[in-house]
């Protein structure tokens, strides 16, 4: 099976720069004619990825493997990790700062987006060593 592969580095210091992923895998979906709700889908879940990046864990890599028939997203960092999975995938569940909240970032959202946005969603932590998110969106 044929695959496009992309590889972007997430800044952890530039919000500003945080959406550069997604925004080119759409970009890129978009000219290959994959439908619209399917482009949305990834577009959604890899840019929550991104910002979980830049708020928690100081950057990251975002890998984007492009399939004819789905888009494999890795997001991986090297970030505090997360102690309660179960607890972190609960809607509004936050550990964002006071600062992160008032650039409007940090509702607790980017997790339950990315499994809802997502056909298949794997996360992998470790306290103190960092965190590997695969989704799995099917086009």
Do not use: W
């Not at 890998?63 to 609960?90: F, N, R, V, W």
Request: charged residues 20%.
């Amino acid at each position: 099976m044929q695959c496009i592969r992309y590889e972007y580095d997430v800044d952890g210091e530039n919000f500003a720069s945080a959406g550069h992923a997604s925004e080119s895998v759409k970009r890129t979906l978009k000219q290959m004619g994959v439908p619209a709700a399917s482009v949305r889908r990834v577009a959604i879940a890899m840019y929550e990825g991104e910002i979980n990046m830049v708020i928690h864990a100081h950057g990251g890599k975002a890998i984007a493997e492009i399939y004819p028939d789905c888009i494999e997203i890795t997001l991986k960092d090297s970030g505090p990790g997360i102690a309660d999975i179960e607890l972190a995938m609960q809607a509004g569940y936050s550990t964002a700062t006071d600062n992160i909240r008032s650039l409007g970032f940090g509702a607790g959202m980017g997790l339950p987006n990315m499994k809802k946005y997502s056909d298949e969603m794997r996360i992998e932590s470790t306290v103190g060593v960092g965190t590997t998110v695969f989704l799995r969106i099917n086009l």
